[in-house]
């Protein structure tokens, strides 16, 4: 499947499960971190996401832990957050390349 389908896909089981009084909420994963992100693929994602409209969407950094593949090509020095109690997907523990951690 192509991008394209696959977003096309998605919306049509997100239409599909989202008819109100159904009980079924759609959600969403978006993983940060997973390839070199600028601002155009950003905006391209967020219009991505606005046409699937789902009810939650579920937002992740990736963390690299060492027995994911991900995990094992990040370069040790974009890690910003040594300790690894404080590790989890929620807060961004390696450097992006194209934007600076602090908002």
Not at 15 to 44: C, F, H, Q
Not at 47 to 65: G, W
Request: proline share 7%; hydrophobic share 35%; net charge neutral.
């Amino acid at each position: 499947m192509t991008q394209k389908e696959v977003v096309r896909y998605l919306q049509d089981n997100i239409a599909a499960t989202s008819r109100p009084g159904n009980g079924i909420l759609s959600i969403v994963n978006i993983m940060y971190g997973l390839r070199d992100e600028t601002w155009s693929s950003l905006w391209k994602i967020l219009r991505q996401l606005q046409r699937m409209s789902p009810d939650f969407y579920n937002a992740l950094h990736l963390t690299p832990l060492g027995w994911t593949s991900e995990g094992r090509a990040i370069d040790p020095t974009r890690i910003v957050q040594l300790d690894q109690r404080k590790w989890d997907y929620r807060q961004p523990v390696i450097q992006p390349e194209c934007f600076p951690l602090e908002c």
